[in-house]
């Protein structure tokens, strides 16, 4: 059974930093693209940044490039989210996810095969 659990959401105040982590169990995911996607109150899931299998290929949403930092660890099927300077408009639940598409299907949430159950964050302002 494949299974993505994600750990490390809270709350915090405007301007601080959380880091994500998302362990994947079950099956190796060393030649998928690793993602996190987040989805606020009455809005839709949106890509936050993903992370190809090298590690070499990244993508960040406009909103959050030069914050967030996404990273993976191959050995131990982990996948992290380092976000700083956090602003009210990043409150969100955050999904780890998991796709064998190419970068043109990153941002397109039906295209990930592999989802984890959410770690809400909150920030206030």
């Known amino acids: 059974q494949v299974q993505l659990v994600e750990s490390g959401g809270g709350l915090v105040q405007a301007g601080g930093s959380l880091r994500l982590s998302c362990v994947a169990s079950?099956?190796?995911?060393?030649?998928?693209?690793l993602a996190w996607l987040r989805q606020a109150p009455g809005k839709e899931r949106e890509l936050v940044a993903a992370?190809?299998?090298?590690?070499?290929?990244?993508y960040y949403g406009d909103s959050v490039k030069g914050r967030f930092t996404i990273s993976r660890d191959n050995n131990e099927n982990t996948v992290y989210l380092q976000m700083n300077n956090l602003k009210p408009e990043d409150t969100a639940v955050y999904h780890c996810?998991?796709?064998?598409?190419?970068?043109?299907?990153?941002?397109?949430?039906?295209?990930?095969?592999?989802w984890g159950q959410g770690t809400q964050v909150t920030v206030s302002s």
């Open positions: 996810a998991a796709t064998s598409g190419g970068p043109s299907s990153w941002t397109a949430p039906m295209k990930y095969d592999y």
């Open positions: 992370i190809n299998w090298s590690g070499i290929r990244l």
């Open positions: 079950g099956r190796p995911f060393r030649t998928n693209t």
